[in-house]
């Protein structure tokens, strides 16, 4: 009777394991701290997510480097985005020295490269051991699938994440902006305009930013209202939409936009009117919490004023500029 009893018991408590999590998306691996943990952003550590395209004297790149620990800290930079097979169906193969020749000229000293095709090999001890060391993790653009077909439910997935958990950093541009999210937008891999894919294994992301789903490109492609239908679909996700050139550097549950442009934020929980589209447009230096689902501060350096109506503190835009 009483090994019955505790096994429903135990029954019951992963029940409510598997209930508690982030909603889309894989959990965050728990760090014991009696502390208030954030809600999207990681406890510890910094994520960095750029909208693809050039980053070249915005300064993005330098703050990477800088929260990482400066050139002598250590590097890995993930490729696979651009894709785990060619055209004609034949694995695809990295050179390392190609992968991060950018990255040295920057002056880094210790920077490796991490990429595999296969699962079981990205589950292994052997392949993990880069990031076990390494102070940073960059990313590359591509298709956001192929980062999950390869490392998804992985050891090397779990390993991203103690990155952020010793206070590291995660950056990404384009797909490997996407991939930071709890739920993976374009992730059909029958093509990258499909927002929300039936495809069960290609609609999570990896969850750094919790409760979030992120586009990018949404300038030079007009994506600004691309997140609509998955906002509505999924109300309790925060929609963030980046430019090219653009990028939020995220501290707990608070990001600051940094870059040349705009970045649109898909926020259910405040009232548009009818002929409001409902999102609405920060710009560089603004610091928002997500949270909270205010801005704290103008990159102008001024106070959002006190709203007079709910989620008036910042003017909905109606066409993307």
């Known amino acids: 009777m009483k090994k019955k009893y505790l096994s429903g018991l135990l029954g019951a408590l992963l029940l409510i394991v598997a209930v508690i999590g982030n909603g889309v998306g894989q959990q965050l691996p728990k760090s014991e701290t009696s502390q208030e943990q954030p809600e999207y952003g990681p406890p510890k550590g910094t994520i960095i997510i750029i909208g693809g395209g050039s980053t070249n004297g915005t300064g ?4 990477f480097i800088q929260l990482a620990g400066g050139p002598d800290a250590k590097f890995v930079i993930v490729p696979t985005a651009g894709g785990n097979k060619t055209a004609d169906g034949q694995i695809r193969v990295y050179n390392e020295d190609t992968v991060v020749a950018s990255w040295k000229k920057r002056g880094l000293k210790n920077v490796k490269m991490l990429h595999t095709h296969d699962p079981k090999i990205a589950d292994t001890e052997a392949f ?9 993790v960059w990313f590359d653009g591509g298709r956001q699938w192929n980062i ?24 990404g541009s384009s797909a490997g902006a996407t991939i930071q999210g709890a739920y993976l937008v374009r992730g059909d891999t029958t093509g990258a305009d499909i927002m929300m894919t039936a495809e069960p294994n290609h609609q999570a992301g990896f969850s750094f930013l919790r409760r979030s789903a992120i586009d990018q490109h949404i300038n030079t492609r007009l994506r600004w209202d691309d997140l609509i239908p998955v906002i509505k679909k999924y109300p309790d996700l925060l929609g963030i939409g980046l430019s090219e050139s653009t990028a939020i550097i995220v501290t707990g549950d608070k990001f600051e936009v940094m870059g040349a442009w705009k970045v649109a934020v898909h926020d259910n929980t405040r009232v548009y009117q009818p002929w409001e589209k409902p999102y609405y447009v920060l710009s560089a230096g603004d610091v928002y919490n997500m949270k909270t689902r205010k801005i704290e501060k103008y990159g102008n350096g001024t106070q959002p004023r006190a709203p007079s109506t709910p989620g008036s503190d910042t003017p909905p835009i109606k066409k993307g500029p």
């Open 128 to 136: 993990v051991q880069p990031l076990r060391e390494a102070n940073a």
């Open 148 to 171: 999950v077909d390869s490392y998804m439910n992985t050891l090397t997935y779990k390993e991203f994440h103690k990155v952020l958990e010793r206070g590291g950093v995660i950056a």
């Open 60 to 63: 993005i790149i330098e703050k």
